[in-house]
């Protein structure tokens, strides 16, 4: 788990600009994604995060996972 305090926040998703699909990690469904839209990166407000990043979306740690897509990690505050 990274350091939520260096990891960068990154606010809510804007519907208007690139955005890659958010999944909870027990949810396998993006395993069965179209290979056409797999990318080498994440997408957040159209900016591009390598597989293995992480961000914080309000509470919600994202980490960027293979496929191009983000899986819901746990919250981003520390106890």
Same mark, same amino acid.
């Given at each position: 788990?990274? =350091? ?14 690139? =955005? ?11 395993? *069965? ?6 990318? *080498? #990166?994440?997408?957040? =407000?159209?900016? #591009? ?7 914080? *979306? ?20 520390? *106890?």
């Amino acid at each position: 788990m990274p =350091n939520t305090r260096e990891t960068p926040h990154v606010g809510a998703p804007d519907q208007e600009l690139k =955005n890659s699909p958010i999944f909870d990690e027990a949810d396998s469904e993006y395993l *069965s994604l179209d290979l056409e839209i797999e990318t *080498s #990166a994440c997408y957040f =407000n159209d900016k #591009a995060y390598a597989i293995g990043e992480y961000v914080c *979306s309000g509470d919600e740690l994202l980490r960027c996972e293979e496929k191009g897509v983000w899986i819901r990690e746990g919250t981003c505050h520390q *106890s």
